[in-house]
């Protein structure tokens, strides 16, 4: 985990202009993965280069995929990716580091679950904290086994069976990433596995693997796929990330006299429930579909200063769609009249760090009324209110409240201080140089 601080001046001018935000980590991370279990040689373009991407792209070799991605002028990596396809993947020789990213180690329980390997999956101290069980328990009932017996978190090794069972999971969270490990896995079992979720988690999964030659049936809270398969190789072309693109436009609703335009920027609604929220809050946002890259919707996503924001209650079943956007949202909020609520977000107790109390410590430090009530997050805006001189955050090491309290910098009057604002690599390396290249 970075140690490092860096001290956030307030832009010099309102942002201003259209730009491009870094490719997509969730659809980032399955291309390189999906390419990485097909037959053939896959070609991916516009992969987001990050620390958590690149977390996935050393896996995938460990386990005998041939990777060559070049970085490109726009900094996003580039190439083929050849398979093990029905071969299966190798028994890598030591256990793989998955880093900070819970998207590799997840997805990676259910890619190794058909075959017959070990591995053993570590990752750095925040994803050794994080639950695992989720994913294990489901795979456990396909025949998977997991040693040590009863382990909850990483280090963990993931034991495969070419004789996996199709099942109907009814799963207890709404997760991207459990549906799609159960979803992998049941592309290898005989017969049609279904996972049932109790609000809609990103789609991602359903939407890439028929372009891999792997049909899934998507309805608004299931997923299913009838096996046994073996992916073939495809082409990719990564959209722009939402998840980076949110904190580009919260600036630009912050800072007076802002008005920027983000381009080719994913539009997939199962990601951009943070935009209705804004929407709902006032917020002079809008969206353009242009095109789709397989099934994934992308276009153009503007957002203008706006002066008076008000506060909206947002459903639970809402939440996994802006799972990601919470810390940034909840910055915007307190600057909005009113009381904001997110209702029923206790997963946010186990993402990269408990974002539920970082928010809320982060906020109060700025002298806003932040407090949960069961596991709703409530927040009473202050529109108007300035940072205290010398404020400093710490990221704990997660690197979207890196870059949400860097925010209250940038859009802000006085310098802010971000202790380990390095976790930023993480998703968006160049998350600084894009915000001062909107500056006019
Ligand atoms: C992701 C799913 C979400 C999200 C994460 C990426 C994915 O996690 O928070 O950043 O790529 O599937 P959960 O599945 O835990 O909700």
Known sequence: MSNDEKTIQPLRAPLAGS???????????RAVLFSAMAEGTSRVFGVLDSEDVRASIRAVQALGARVSLEKQLDGSLAGGITGWGGRGPQQPEEPIDCGNSGTTARLLMGIIAPWDIRVTLTGDE??????????????????????????????????????????????????????????????????????????????????????????????ECTASVTGPHVLQASEVQVPGDPSSAAFLACAALMKPGSAVQIEDVSLNRARTGWV???????????????????????????ARYTESLRGCDVPARKIASMVDEIPVLSLLAAHARGVTVFRDVSELRVKETDRLAAIIDGLTALGISAWTHGDDLFIEGQPGFEAPEGI??????????????????????VPVTVRRFGSVAVSYPRFLEDMEGLVR
């Open 19 to 29: 730009t491009r935000v870094p490719g997509d980590k969730s659809i980032s991370h």
């Open 276 to 302: 209705e929220v804004l929407e709902r809050m006032g917020a002079d946002v809008s969206t353009q579909v242009t095109g789709h890259s397989g099934k994934e919707p992308y276009g153009i996503l503007s």
């Open 126 to 219: 925040s994803l050794c904290r994080r639950p695992m069980r989720r994913i294990a328990a489901p795979l456990m009932k396909m025949g998977v086994r997991f040693e040590p017996d009863g382990q909850e978190t990483l280090p963990m090794t993931v034991v495969g069976n070419p004789r996996l069972e199709a099942i109907s999971y009814e799963a207890p969270m709404a997760s991207a990433q459990l549906k799609t490990a159960v979803i992998l896995a049941g592309a290898y079992a005989q017969g049609t596995t279904v996972l049932r979720e109790p609000a809609p988690s990103r789609n991602h999964t359903e939407l890439m693997l028929p372009e891999y030659g792997v049909e899934t049936v998507a309805g």
């Open 392 to 413: 400093a955050f710490d990221s704990l090491g997660d690197h979207r409240l890196a870059m949400t309290w860097a925010l209250v910098g940038l859009t802000g009057s």
